[in-house]
Antibody
Framework: EVQLVESGGGLVQPGGSLRLSCAAS????????MTWVRQAPGKGLEWVSL???????YYAASVRGRFTISRDESKNTVFLQMNSLRAEDTAVYYC??????????????WGQGALVTVSS | DIQVTQSPSSLSASVGDRVTITCRAS??????LNWYQQKPGKAPKLLVY???NLQGGVPSRFTGSGSGTDFTLTISSLQPEDFATYYC??????????FGQGTKVEIK
């Protein structure tokens, strides 16, 4: 059974850092695109970052230069390192996997979400 | 950048109603349009991929259609469990997979 479990969310001060983890089971993260999508309170979905099966990372303009996506194949886990956090980064962060070996057909499995609150 | 615009932003409907949600892309995106359902406090769920293909386990009352820039999600007979927010997403411009603003389907 495919499962994604996020961890690492919490309260952090502006300018601080946090690392989210997304532990996968039932499939191998290096065979799919893995993505992070966030949702600010009461708002819609915003794509944040993605790592291709080949390992190349990509970022939305709003987080480029501050966030880093990576994966550890030995742990079958994807990470999102978030630095220089701002109040507007406050959101629930979801990890998700591509349906197949590209994202053309959407993202078919999602984690439960990790709440990140940036506040002093 | 490709923009996707959903309409309406919200609607009220009764059980048994036919409901249609529209998504328009700012340029042609071929068949790279997916639909998600999200209930409060839950993760999004993939309903329809590549315009018209139902994800496994999704009831047949959900139908996706369209091409090019204009797409629709139709629920043929709204059920109590269908009250949720629906999002379209384009996957044409890898990796910037833009979501629509969402359509909240509420009970009338």
């Amino acid at each position: 059974e495919v499962q994604l479990v996020e961890s690492g969310g919490g309260l952090v001060q502006p300018g601080g850092s946090l690392r989210l983890s997304c532990a996968a089971s039932g499939f191998t993260v290096s065979r799919n695109y893995m993505t992070w999508v966030r949702q600010a309170p009461g708002k819609g979905l915003e794509w944040v970052s993605l790592i291709y099966a080949g390992g190349s990372p990509y970022y939305a303009a709003s987080v480029r230069g501050r966030f880093t996506i990576s994966r550890d194949e030995s742990k079958n886990t994807v990470f999102l390192q978030m630095n220089s956090l701002r109040a507007e980064d406050t959101a629930v962060y979801y990890c998700a996997r591509s349906r197949g070996d590209s994202a053309w057909y959407g993202f078919d499995y999602w984690g439960q979400g990790a709440l990140v609150t940036v506040s002093s | 950048d490709i923009q996707v615009t959903q309409s309406p932003s919200s609607l009220s409907a009764s059980v048994g109603d036919r409901v249609t949600i529209t998504c328009r892309a700012s340029q042609s995106i071929a068949d790279s349009l997916n639909w998600y359902q999200q209930k409060p406090g839950k993760a999004p769920k993939l309903l329809v991929y590549a315009v018209s293909n139902l994800q496994g386990g999704v009831p047949s009352r959900f139908t996706g259609s369209g091409s090019g820039t204009d797409f629709t999600l139709t629920i043929s007979s709204l059920q109590p469990e269908d009250f949720a927010t629906y999002y379209c997403q384009q996957s044409y411009t890898s990796p910037d997979y833009t979501f629509g603003q969402g359509t909240k389907v509420e009970i009338k």
